[in-house]
Each structure stands twice: as structure tokens, then as C-alpha cells.
């Protein structure tokens, strides 16, 4: 018994891509170890988070933020860098989140989760600052 092959029954309608969503081009990222090594001498240089000590409070630094997102065109470099502790770095990531999906944030619990303040959440006293961003 001989096997025949099926012919294939899909046409291809065209070989032009689909147009992609316009968007604003972020700027690159310094990446490896060039960019560990910026991020640690910053944390050694600037050793306090920007946002508690505006407020009167001693705080860590545990993160290297860029002030003005990359995605919104801000620089890679030294001039947009300011130090922040983990939780004022998660509010003000999660409100440029927002931001850049068109969401309004939700002030009285944690940013981007809606569902934060009927699961028992606490907001953290950094989320209850109005930070300038």
C-alpha cells in the first residue's frame, strides 16, 4: 500500500509585517559588569535613600533608580541616578508602571494591586508619602 501526501490547503495572504505600536525609544541600558560596577560605586558614594531623608528618615540604599525612566528617554549615565531603599523604589516603580500602561494609581494601597487592601496588605509609611513623581 502505497502512501500518498496530503497537499497543504493554507494560502499565505502576504509577507508584509503587521505595523507595530508607535512608541517612544528608550534609551540603551549599561549592562554586565560595567553597569554592576557603576551601580556599587554609586551605592558607596550616595549611601541613603533621596526620598526617606527628604522626609527626616535613615534609610539604606538598596536600589540604583533612574529619576527619569529610561523608557520616557532619561539618560544612562550619573545625572539620572538617585539612590532609594526597596520600598520607595517598588511605589515608584509600580506608578511608572501604571503610568506607561495609561493606569491611574490607587494612593491608599500598594500601587498596580488592586486587590492589596482586602488580603489584609499594610501599605508600607513609604507608599504614604506623596513622592514626586
Not at 544612562?76 to 506607561?100: G, Y
Not at 491611574?104 to 488580603?119: A, C, E, F, I, Q
Amino acid at each position: 500500500m502505497k502512501l500518498t501526501t496530503l497537499k497543504p490547503r493554507l494560502i499565505t495572504l502576504g509577507t508584509s509585517r503587521i505595523a507595530s505600536i508607535p512608541s517612544t525609544p528608550a534609551t540603551p541600558r549599561l549592562r554586565g559588569r560595567a553597569g554592576v560596577e557603576r551601580n556599587e560605586r554609586w551605592k558607596r558614594d550616595h549611601p541613603l535613600c533621596v526620598i526617606c531623608e527628604a522626609s527626616g528618615i535613615t534609610a539604606v540604599v538598596e536600589e540604583v533608580d533612574h529619576i527619569i525612566p529610561l523608557w520616557k528617554g532619561g539618560a544612562d549615565d550619573e545625572t539620572n541616578l538617585q539612590s532609594l531603599c526597596k520600598p520607595c523604589h517598588a511605589t515608584k516603580t509600580a506608578a511608572e508602571a501604571s503610568e506607561r500602561a495609561g493606569r491611574d494609581t490607587d494612593p491608599g494601597g500598594v500601587v498596580g494591586n488592586p486587590r492589596s487592601k482586602h488580603l489584609g496588605h499594610r501599605t508600607l509609611p513609604h507608599a504614604q508619602k506623596n513622592l514626586p513623581f
